[in-house]
T-cell receptor
Framework: GDSVTQMEGPVTLSEEAFLTINCTYTATGYPSLFWYVQYPGEGLQLLLKATKADDKGSNKGFEATYRKETTSFHLEKGSVQVSDSAVYFCALGGNQFYFGTGTSLTVIP | SQTIHQWPATLVQPVGSPLSLECTVEGTSNPNLYWYRQAAGRGLQLLFYSVGIGQISSEVPQNLSASRPQDRQFILSSKKLLLSDSGFYLC??????????????FGPGTRLTVL
């Protein structure tokens, strides 16, 4: 069946460092792919999405490209800020909706 | 624009007591609706989803139940809470009619503590 595998955390970075959070998927069809962010004590917010191969989703300096050849949707940001500290979830939408296990990011000044 | 409401925001209940959590969506019609649970420091567990009034699919056997009495209302219930029911409960919606390809939008969540 379909599934999402996400990089284990926690991840700790210094401010202005480069961020990559890996996400790979398994799917029988052509799913949509998403990244969500969850700040402490809050619900999940959609960060970005891509609906077909080679699409790049972007928002707030974060980017992810839908790579069908490597079945990946890695999240990247060139320069993280303290305010980016949160838990990030990769997700796949198709015949069902699947979330990764989440990656906790802490950015230190 | 669409908004999603959940209440209460926090709840402390004794073991064996009943539970009712409510979720409502505004600004859309015939949405898909979802209930998730998130245990401390863990990922999301899908509990129930609904594609229409009175249509409930259960993903995990447990002592919880869900109902959808109106198009944009989704209720999570229990007759007798267990300690293991503690967690952060999230309601979400997505556009209906096209499987699960659309993004889900989440409410603010309910923090439930069972003592």
């Amino acid at each position: 069946g379909d599934s999402v595998t996400q990089m284990e955390g926690p991840v700790t970075l210094s401010e202005e460092a480069f961020l990559t959070i890996n996400c790979t998927y398994t799917a029988t069809g052509y799913p949509s792919l998403f990244w969500y962010v969850q700040y402490p004590g809050e619900g999940l917010q959609l960060l970005l999405k891509a609906t077909k191969a080679d699409d790049k989703g972007s928002n707030k300096g974060f980017e992810a490209t839908y790579r069908k050849e490597t079945t990946s949707f890695h999240l990247e940001k060139g320069s993280v800020q303290v305010s980016d500290s949160a838990v990030y979830f990769c997700a796949l939408g198709g015949n069902q909706f699947y979330f990764g296990t989440g990656t906790s990011l802490t950015v230190i000044p | 624009s669409q908004t999603i409401h959940q209440w209460p925001a926090t709840l402390v209940q004794p073991v064996g007591s009943p539970l009712s959590l409510e979720c409502t969506v505004e600004g859309t019609s015939n949405p898909n609706l979802y209930w998730y649970r998130q245990a401390a420091g863990r990922g999301l567990q899908l509990l129930f989803y609904s594609v229409g009034i009175g249509q409930i699919s259960s993903e995990v056997p447990q002592n919880l139940s869900a109902s959808r009495p109106q198009d944009r209302q989704f209720i999570l219930s229990s007759k007798k809470l267990l300690l293991s029911d503690s967690g952060f409960y999230l309601c979400a919606w997505s556009l209906g009619g096209s499987g699960f390809y659309n993004e889900q939008f989440f409410g603010p969540g309910t923090r439930l503590t069972v003592l």
